[in-house]
Structures are given as C-alpha cells and as structure tokens.
Nanobody, 124 residues
Framework: QVQLVESGGGLVQAGGSLRLSCAAS????????MAWFRQAPGKEREFVAS????????FYGDFVKGRFTISRDNARNTVSLQMNSLKPEDTAAYYC?????????????????WGQGTQVTVSS
C-alpha cells in the first residue's frame, strides 16, 4: 500500500519561504517520478513541479518563475519543495503525487498515488 505523507505547510507572510516534504512508502521510490500539485478552494488542482525518478529532469508550472525548487532524496524516500518569495496567490493545499513511471508528467491523470495534502497560507 502506497503512502505519501506531506509536511511543512503553515502560515507565512508574503515574501517568505516554506519547505514542504513528502515521505513515501510502499512503492519503489527510486523508480517513480514524483510531483507536487496544489488546489485552492473552488479551483482545479494545479501542477506545481515534478521530478524524474533519478532527479535529473524537472518541470515547473508557469507561475513558479524560479521561486520554487523540487528535489528528492532516494536514500530517504523523500521529495521536497522549497518555496521562496511566496505570494498570497500561492495559498492552497499542496499535494504530493507519485507516478509508476520514471519520467515526470505535468497532468493530474498521470499520477496514481496521492498524499492527503498540507495547507500553505500566505498572508499579505
């Protein structure tokens, strides 16, 4: 049974930083592409960032514009999202997702396993 557990969310002022982490179990982590998505109330789930199984290939949503960095530690089965220069419009629940494929994707349907999410709130 795959489990993805996010942590690191919270309340931060605009311009601040947060680091999200996702601990994975129940899958061959080193063979799985991983991603972060987010969802604000009343909006569709939105692609944030993804990373290939070995970490050499990453993709980011257009809105990121160099502010976020996705990384992974295959020895610890974790994937992280460093978020800098946060804006109020970044407020959302952030979800970790795993794909049974080493190549990262940018759409929701490509990911088979999801965490419960961690809330990020950015105040102005």
């Amino acid at each position: 049974q795959v489990q993805l557990v996010e942590s690191g969310g919270g309340l931060v002022q605009a311009g601040g930083s947060l680091r999200l982490s996702c601990a994975a179990s129940g899958l061959t982590f080193s063979s799985a592409a991983m991603a972060w998505f987010r969802q604000a109330p009343g909006k569709e789930r939105e692609f944030v960032a993804s990373i290939s199984a070995r970490g050499g290939l990453t993709f980011y949503g257009d809105f990121v514009k160099g502010r976020f960095t996705i990384s992974r530690d295959n020895a610890r089965n974790t994937v992280s999202l460093q978020m800098n220069s946060l804006k109020p419009e970044d407020t959302a629940a952030y979800y970790c997702a795993a794909r049974r494929n080493s190549i990262p994707a940018t759409n929701v349907i490509s990911y088979t396993d999801w965490g419960q999410g961690t809330q990020v709130t950015v105040s102005s």
